[in-house]
């Protein structure tokens, strides 16, 4: 198993993508904390403008990223499988450990590692970057430290479960490309359609938080945009996403002990 583990990692950190990755979600963080930090006030003259506490301006200016950074983590998890079934690596990698579950089990601890590395690039863009602009506008960088320190870490646990999500919806469709445009598809494209379909309904929020967004949103304790929405608290938020990845890694894993490969 830690053989397996390190050889997962060792492909990781032998291609471009890791860091490019992490240049990438480190600017990510940055931009958005710049672009939150810079417009949210704690008092608005302005009707239909939202107002925050000092707590809520300083998790949605350092979390406020992380609706496209884990975006950015699902296409790590996809590219983790999907890379070796387009270039045939698949092959060499089963050979090397025929115990599929195994293989599964090492490109989750993997990723989870990953998660942990990525979360903490992208906090020191967005805290860096954030806390610059709150001070330079005269506001708390850092208010109630104690649940300020457990959104950032949450963090973390956010972007690692985002990319097992991904590993799971890799395995199921093993086209690269396919499997990148669906998962994109659905965090873009779907689930805001859906979301806005269901605040127009009766009961349709009671079911829209359950959605991976909203579940992340309520993990982060940050704004949705939706001053009437129902949200799930921090830990069932938690539950939620950890549900989802469970379930992406368990199809995953059986698609794989089921499938052939050449």
């Known amino acids: ?61 350092y979390t406020s990223g992380v609706g496209f950074g884990y975006v950015f983590l699902m296409v790590i998890g996809i590219m983790t499988i999907g890379s070796e079934y387009r270039h045939k690596t698949i092959t060499g990698t089963l050979l090397a450990e025929p115990r599929r579950p195994v293989m599964i089990a090492s490109k989750v601890i993997a990723l989870l590692g990953f998660g942990v590395l990525y979360g903490l690039v992208f906090l020191a863009g967005s805290v860096i970057t954030g806390a610059t602009i709150l001070s330079a506008r005269g506001m708390q960088a850092f208010p109630e430290a104690g649940t300020l320190t457990r959104s950032l870490l949450l963090v973390l646990l956010v972007l690692g479960l985002w ?82 990845a469970a379930v992406f890694v368990a199809i995953g894993t059986w698609l794989t002990n089921r499938r052939d490969v050449a």
């Open 1 to 61: 198993m830690g053989r397996a583990i390190k050889a997962e990692i060792q492909k990781l950190m032998t291609t471009r993508l890791w860091w490019g990755m992490a240049i990438a979600l480190f600017l990510c963080g940055a931009l958005f904390a710049l672009l939150f930090g810079s417009i949210s006030q704690t008092d608005s003259d302005q009707e239909g403008m939202p107002t925050f506490t000092p707590l809520q301006i300083a998790i949605n200016t």
């Open 163 to 244: 990319a097992l999500i991904g590993l799971g919806l890799g395995v199921m469709i093993p086209n690269q490309v396919a499997a990148i445009l669906v998962g994109v598809g659905i965090a873009f494209i779907l689930e805001p359609i859906l979301s806005v379909v269901g605040t127009l309904i009766d009961g349709g929020r009671d079911v829209v938080k359950f959605f991976p967004s909203q579940a992340t949103n309520a993990v982060l304790g940050g704004y949705n945009g939706d001053p009437e929405s129902v949200m799930l608290n921090w830990w069932q938020g938690t539950l939620m996403l950890l549900l989802y």
